[in-house]
C-alpha cells in the first residue's frame, strides 16, 4: 500500500472504491451466521506465515508505474528487483497488445524464479488473449498456461487453469480435469469451477466425490455447485452437508438447497461456452450474482 503521510489523504484511499480481489462477496459461503466467537472457523490454508518488507507488500500497487511506456515496463520485467518485476508484469496487462509485450510476459511467465512473477505474467499474457486481438495470443497464452500447470508453486497452476478456461476451456478440457487432482485446494477448485461450467450436470459424480474433500473451501464451492444438480443424489449429499463441521460449508449447502438447478446453471457459466464473465465473477473465484 502506498504510504501517506497526511491523515486526511490517507483516509481519503481508505473510503475509495475496494480491491475487487479482496471482496468476501466472492466466496459462496458469504453471509454465514455467527452467533458467538466459537462459531469462527479460522483456516490455515490460504495463510502463509513469512517475512515481507514494505515494498514487498505493495508489490500489486501499480501506481509508481502508471503512465509508463510498455518499452519502460518490458525493461522493469527484466530487473533484479522482483518488486518491480511483478509490478510490471501487472501493469502491461493493460498495455496495447504487441509482439513485444506478449513475448515478454510469456518468458517471464515461464522463466521468472519469482513465482509472484510468473503468477501475474500468466494472468496478464491471458488477458492479451482474451482481448480479441487475435487467435495467435490465444495459442501463445494458452501453452504458456499448459506449462504452468506443472508450476512448483500452487497459486501459478491456479492462474493457469483460469487462464485456460478463459482462453478455452472445451479445448484445454483435458488439462483442466487433471487439475481436479491437483494436491492444492486452490487448484481443484478452479478446475472443479471450470468444469462445472463446461458440463453441468454431468458433473455431478464429480461434485460428489470433491464435496468430501479434506479442503473446507473445495467442499464449500462443491457444495455450491451441487445446487445446480437436479439428482436426489446430489440433494442428499447437500443435506448431509449442512452437517459439516465447517460453518462456510453448512451455509453454502443450506443455500444451494433452496437454488432452482436450471436458473443456477444459467447464471453460474455452465451453459456457456465462452469466456465472458458473469455478474459477480471474478477472473480467480468465479461465483454467479444469484
Keep these: 500500500m502506498t504510504c501517506h503521510d497526511d491523515d486526511e489523504e490517507f483516509q481519503k484511499h481508505l473510503e475509495e472504491e475496494p480491491d475487487p480481489q479482496l471482496d468476501p ?60 518485476r511483478r509490478r510490471a508484469a501487472l501493469a502491461l496487462k493493460d498495455e496495447a497488445t504487441t509482439d513485444a509485450v506478449v513475448t515478454g510476459l510469456a518468458q517471464a ?99 460428489l466425490a470433491l464435496s468430501r474433500d479434506d479442503s473446507e473451501r473445495v467442499r464449500e464451492w462443491a457444495a455450491h455447485m451441487l445446487g445446480g444438480v437436479d439428482a436426489d443424489a446430489a440433494r442428499d449429499r447437500l443435506r448431509d452437508l449442512t452437517d459439516d463441521p465447517a460453518t462456510v460449508v453448512r451455509q453454502t449447502a443450506e443455500r444451494a438447497l433452496e437454488a432452482d438447478p436450471d436458473r443456477f446453471r444459467r447464471q453460474f457459466g455452465a451453459l456457456e461456452n465462452d469466456a465472458r464473465l458473469l455478474p459477480g465473477e471474478d477472473r480467480l473465484n468465479r461465483m454467479p450474482d444469484l
Design 25 to 84: 462477496a466472492k466466496s459462496p459461503g458469504i453471509g454465514s451466521d455467527i452467533e458467538a466467537l466459537e462459531d469462527i472457523e479460522v483456516s490455515r490454508e490460504d495463510v502463509t506465515i513469512g517475512e515481507a518488507d514494505p515494498a514487498e507488500l505493495a508489490a500489486a500497487d501499480t501506481e509508481p508505474v502508471a503512465g509508463e511506456e510498455a518499452a519502460s515496463l518490458l525493461a522493469d520485467l527484466d530487473a533484479g528487483d522482483p518488486v518491480d
Design 109 to 207: 511467465a515461464t522463466r521468472d524464479d519469482d513465482a509472484d512473477v510468473r503468477q501475474f505474467a500468466v494472468e496478464a499474457l491471458t488477458a492479451h488473449g482474451t482481448s480479441g486481438d487475435g487467435a495467435a495470443v490465444d495459442e501463445r497464452a494458452a501453452a504458456v498456461a499448459v506449462s504452468r500447470l506443472d508450476d512448483p508453486d500452487p497459486w501459478v497452476r491456479a492462474e493457469a487453469v483460469v487462464a485456460l478456461d478463459n482462453v478455452d476451456r472445451a479445448a484445454h478440457e483435458d488439462e483442466i480435469e487433471a487439475a481436479v487432482d491437483d494436491d492444492h485446494h486452490a487448484v481443484r477448485r478452479n478446475a472443479a469451477i471450470s468444469l462445472f461450467k463446461l458440463r453441468g450436470e454431468a458433473m455431478e459424480d464429480r461434485l
